[in-house]
């Protein structure tokens, strides 16, 4: 990897693969497809993308997705429960697509694997028309380890390699990689085989990473015109959810300083934990949750910036919401809200078959089949539980056809798709106790729920069934040799689903929640024990981009974009109650425009862009994975190879993300009260830690109703040097702002400067390297799950860490 390579520039033979040393191939100099489909460089494409190498990712010790902040613009996370499922995009939860089709949502249910993958696309904004309904904010497109050479052949011989990895808090894995080309007789085929094992603690308490990776991936030629790619990648992760601190205060933040104190007892029977029951007979049947009543504010719902709420009412009406014994201590970031019983258990189970035939003449037809299914299980004891068990089939024909005249170059593609999604998913949300739990103590019976996942009853919501999404898509590329270039698409989408509320295993204390009790819950649903509803319905998404290729290297473009989807929440599920009422699918559009450039024998890329996406209808929206969201932003980009030694990578984002539900509305009309909200007012929080008191969040200020925890501006930077030795250095950096992390504005999470440094020596088959994590071991904070909870709860990040690999290849 740091040896260093002669060629100095692309080449333009066919087939013959690019390079471009120093670079780590971080240049987009390549054809990807993984925007539009059409074989385009990055620099060609009129979107805002970039691209993550292997090389890259190696380089820099990238192991999760909080590590591409520094490598691409547009990019920062919130943290969802310590989880890095998927990567937010321009201020949103983007998606996870699999070589090009979109896998199921993946907000935290595990972790995204980074090891296995030959290169990551981050693409800004919706996706193509081609590629199916998405999401507003974009995606990131995982390209698996191929089983042939990147210019397209097979392999001359085997190749693999072997690596183990150590680093802080008996962090271990052990990865391996063969490659190379097989024979079955006298057929030819090329194979790739990934395997990954971890076994890793934490900086954390009772945090922990026991996961199996395996991946594989074959190609073959049936005949001259016919090849066959397929494979597979199974992912079973045991570990646990991180939400991070409670009983957060601004003293908590910026000194460390947290209250203690014992939540009262409220285990009537014994059994060391709290039961929904239990919990709804405290403070004399007012109950731990939904706050409000006529001794204290006007019920069922007040804002306490504006209620009448006061220390002595709460001591009188409300004692069980209080700690007793209250005091403060200086709080260690290991200490989170992690049980020692918790746990989170994932099996993803990924495959795929393509069937690809060129007829000649620029003329091809590729089928694809396509499998994800995940069996989740999760449990936190102060009250959150859920399991999922849903899969996605898809198939989608491709016909791609070009055409060369004397005007210029022109391609189309017109594909049909079935995609059939099955889901069965519940959680239990109703009765989350975050500040009962004091961190510098563990968990007691006084704090540990009992779950549903443990008594199969309660769920806040236990959804079932199946959706269909039979669409056509079209694509034309229009490349007129003057310098025009013109991409425009269509797609119809026939949607069908069946959703079953499983009545007999909620709460129905809260239905009000999830399942009101109108037309759609009668009293005889209730009596039987489930509702199922059905709705059919077409939807239309469409793109039209263009650019123009001037003098100097700088080409200018323009995107108008409108893309559908449908409304899922954590566990693939559709809400019966969005389907009742007609709101489960919504759309969004976009407006970008850019300017890109390459330079200096394609040594040199810069691109900059400026856009808005709004989702067009912002009175329904799923809190975890699919915010109504209206974002606003700039994106410069520049990565420079500067000679075969250093290259060298800038980015910097503006973001202003609102939600549109909350801004249209006047506020949130369910939210979690922190203790900023109390204090705001006079009141003493440790009255309330052992509660949960929720209800109206009012926006006195525009400026609230924007999406907490995204900084409004973030700047990155990365380096790298090669000797001619073999030795390499890397640095890697970014900027993050202050940024509020409720909407309320109550609590403000400082601003910090996390830099990672690395070294490695490498040989023609070894490989010695050592990466330094926050290297200035700053003290910083992520937001978590900012729709609902806000400064309930907020996770501390880890000190400086090391990590440590060798890995010999043969």
């Known amino acids: 990897m740091t040896a260093p390579a002669a060629a100095q520039s692309a080449s333009d033979t066919p087939g013959e693969e690019i390079v471009i040393s120093g670079s780590l191939n971080a240049l987009p100099i390549k054809d990807v497809g993984s925007v539009f489909g059409f074989d385009k460089t990055l620099?060609?494409?009129?979107?805002?993308?970039?691209?993550?190498?292997?090389?890259?990712?190696?380089?820099?010790?990238?192991?999760?997705?909080?590590?591409?902040?520094?490598?691409?613009?547009?990019?920062?996370?919130?943290?969802?429960?310590?989880?890095?499922?998927?990567?937010?995009?321009?201020?949103?939860?983007?998606?996870?697509?699999?070589?090009?089709?979109?896998?199921?949502?993946?907000?935290?249910?595990?972790?995204?694997?980074?090891?296995?993958?030959?290169?990551?696309?981050?693409?800004r904004g919706p996706a193509s028309p081609l590629m199916g309904p998405a999401k507003t904010g974009g995606y990131i497109n995982f390209v698996p380890k191929s089983a042939r050479a990147s210019n397209g052949t097979y392999l001359a011989e085997p190749k693999a390699e072997l690596s183990y990895t150590r680093s802080s808090w008996n962090g271990n894995v052990l990865s391996g990689n063969v490659v190379g080309p097989g024979k079955i007789g006298d057929h030819e085929f090329g194979y790739s085989l990934y395997g990954e094992l971890t076994d890793s603690g934490s900086y954390y308490d009772n945090i922990f990473t026991h996961q199996t990776l395996l991946q594989a991936s074959f190609d073959t030629d049936i005949t001259n015109s016919l090849r066959v790619e397929f494979g597979g990648?199974?992912?079973?992760?045991?570990?646990?959810?991180?939400?991070?601190?409670?009983?957060?205060?601004?003293?908590?933040?910026?000194?460390?300083?947290?209250?203690?104190?014992?939540?009262?007892?409220?285990?009537?029977?014994?059994?060391?934990?709290?039961?929904?029951?239990?919990?709804?007979?405290?403070?004399?049947?007012?109950?731990?949750?939904?706050?409000?009543?006529?001794?204290?504010?006007?019920?069922?719902?007040?804002?306490?910036?504006?209620?009448?709420?006061?220390?002595?009412?709460?001591?009188?009406?409300?004692p069980d919401s209080g700690l007793t014994n209250v005091g403060t201590a200086k709080l260690s970031r290991r200490k989170t809200l992690t049980g020692d019983d918790d746990f989170l258990?994932?099996?993803?189970?990924?495959?795929?078959?393509?069937?690809?035939?060129?007829?000649?003449?620029?003329?091809?037809?590729?089928?694809?089949?396509?499998?994800?299914?995940?069996?989740?299980?999760?449990?936190?004891?102060?009250?959150?539980?859920?399991?999922?068990?849903?899969?996605?089939?898809?198939?989608?024909?491709?016909?791609?056809?070009?055409?060369?005249?004397?005007?210029?170059?022109?391609?189309?593609?017109?594909?049909?798709?079935?995609?059939?999604?099955?889901?069965?998913?519940?959680?239990?949300?109703?009765?989350?106790?975050?500040?009962?739990?004091?961190?510098?103590?563990?968990?007691?019976?006084?704090?540990?729920?009992?779950?549903?996942?443990?008594?199969?009853?309660?769920?806040?919501?236990?959804?079932?069934?199946?959706?269909?999404?039979?669409?056509?898509?079209?694509?034309?590329?229009?490349?007129?040799?003057?310098?025009?270039?013109?991409?425009?698409?269509?797609?119809?989408?026939?949607?069908?689903?069946?959703?079953?509320?499983?009545?007999?295993?909620?709460?129905?204390?809260?239905?009000?929640?999830?399942?009101?009790?109108?037309?759609?819950?009668?009293?005889a649903d209730i009596a039987r024990g489930y509702r199922t509803v059905q709705d059919e319905k077409g939807a239309w998404s469409w793109s039209a981009s263009a650019n123009y290729k001037l003098p100097l290297g700088l080409?200018?473009?323009?995107?108008?974009?409108?893309?559908?989807?449908?409304?899922?929440?954590?566990?693939?599920?559709?809400?019966?109650?969005?389907?009742?009422?007609?709101?489960?699918?919504?759309?969004?559009?976009?407006?970008?425009?850019?300017?890109?450039?390459?330079?200096?024998?394609?040594?040199?890329?810069?691109?900059?862009?400026?856009?808005?996406?709004?989702?067009?209808?912002?009175?329904?929206?799923?809190?975890?994975?699919?915010?109504?969201?209206?974002?606003?932003?700039?994106?410069?980009?520049?990565?420079?190879?500067?000679?075969?030694?250093?290259?060298?990578?800038?980015?910097?984002?503006?973001?202003?993300?609102?939600?549109?539900?909350?801004?249209?509305?006047?506020?949130?009309?369910?939210?979690?009260?922190?203790?900023?909200?109390?204090?705001?007012?006079?009141?003493?929080?440790?009255?309330?830690?052992?509660a949960a008191p929720n209800g109206l969040i009012a926006l006195t200020d525009k400026s609230m109703a924007e999406r907490p925890g995204i900084p409004r501006n973030l700047y990155s930077g990365t380096a790298s040097y090669s000797f001619d030795n073999g030795i390499a250095l890397t640095a890697s950096a970014s900027h993050v702002p202050e940024v509020w992390a409720d909407y309320p504005h109550t609590l403000r999470l400082p601003s910090y400067t996390l830099v990672d440094l690395g070294v490695s020596y490498g040989t023609d088959h070894w490989l010695f390297q050592l990466n330094v994590k926050n290297a200035l071991n700053e003290r910083y904070f992520r937001a978590n799950f900012v729709e609902l909870y806000g400064s309930q709860n907020v996770k501390p990040e880890v000190p400086r860490s090391f990590q440590a690999t060798v890995k010999y290849k043969f």
Not at 58 to 74: C, K
Request: proline content about 3%.
């Open 345 to 523: 258990d994932n099996i993803a189970t990924t495959a795929y078959a393509d069937i690809i035939w060129d007829g000649g003449n620029d003329l091809e037809i590729k089928n694809q089949s396509f499998y994800d299914g995940t069996k989740n299980d999760n449990e936190n004891a102060y009250g959150f539980s859920q399991f999922a068990r849903s899969y996605v089939v898809e198939n989608k024909t491709t016909l791609s056809k070009k055409f060369t005249t004397d005007l210029g170059k022109f391609s189309i593609q017109a594909s049909p798709s079935v995609r059939y999604t099955r889901f069965n998913h519940a959680d239990d949300f109703g009765y989350e106790y975050f500040g009962r739990v004091d961190l510098t103590q563990g968990y007691t019976p006084n704090s540990t729920r009992l779950l549903s996942t443990q008594n199969g009853a309660g769920y806040s919501s236990d959804f079932k069934g199946h959706y269909w999404d039979t669409s056509f898509s079209t694509l034309a590329d229009l490349d007129f040799d003057f310098g025009l270039d013109i991409v425009l698409g269509g797609r119809y989408d026939r949607l069908a689903v069946t959703s079953t509320a499983v009545l007999s295993r909620m709460d129905a204390t809260a239905f009000s929640v999830n399942m009101p009790q109108t037309a759609l819950t009668t009293a």
């Open 233 to 318: 990648m199974y992912d079973n992760f045991r570990g646990t959810q991180n939400g991070g601190w409670n009983r957060v205060t601004q003293d908590l933040i910026d000194n460390g300083t947290y209250i203690t104190g014992t939540a009262r007892p409220l285990d009537r029977n014994g059994d060391g934990k709290i039961s929904q029951a239990e919990a709804q007979a405290a403070n004399g049947g007012l109950g731990l949750g939904t706050f409000g009543s006529a001794f204290c504010t006007t019920p069922p719902f007040a804002n306490p910036f504006v209620s009448g709420i006061t220390n002595a009412c709460l001591r009188t009406v409300y």
């Open 43 to 123: 620099v060609e494409t009129p979107r805002s993308a970039s691209t993550v190498s292997k090389e890259q990712l190696e380089r820099f010790g990238v192991t999760s997705i909080y590590d591409l902040v520094a490598q691409a613009p547009g990019t920062f996370t919130n943290s969802f429960f310590g989880v890095g499922g998927s990567l937010d995009i321009r201020g949103t939860p983007g998606e996870v697509y699999f070589r090009g089709i979109r896998r199921l949502d993946n907000p935290g249910n595990y972790p995204t694997p980074i090891g296995a993958a030959d290169r990551i696309d981050i693409v």
């Open 555 to 690: 080409t200018p473009y323009g995107t108008i974009s409108k893309q559908s989807v449908i409304i899922t929440g954590q566990g693939a599920e559709v809400d019966p109650n969005n389907v009742y009422a007609d709101t489960w699918v919504t759309s969004s559009k976009l407006y970008e425009g850019g300017l890109k450039g390459s330079w200096l024998d394609n040594k040199l890329y810069a691109a900059v862009s400026v856009y808005k996406q709004t989702r067009t209808d912002y009175t329904v929206q799923s809190l975890t994975v699919n915010q109504a969201i209206r974002t606003t932003g700039i994106e410069g980009e520049v990565r420079w190879a500067v000679d075969r030694h250093l290259l060298v990578t800038g980015a910097y984002t503006h973001t202003k993300v609102v939600n549109l539900s909350f801004l249209n509305g006047g506020g949130a009309f369910f939210y979690y009260y922190g203790a900023g909200t109390f204090q705001s007012v006079g009141v003493d929080p440790s009255l309330i830690f052992g």
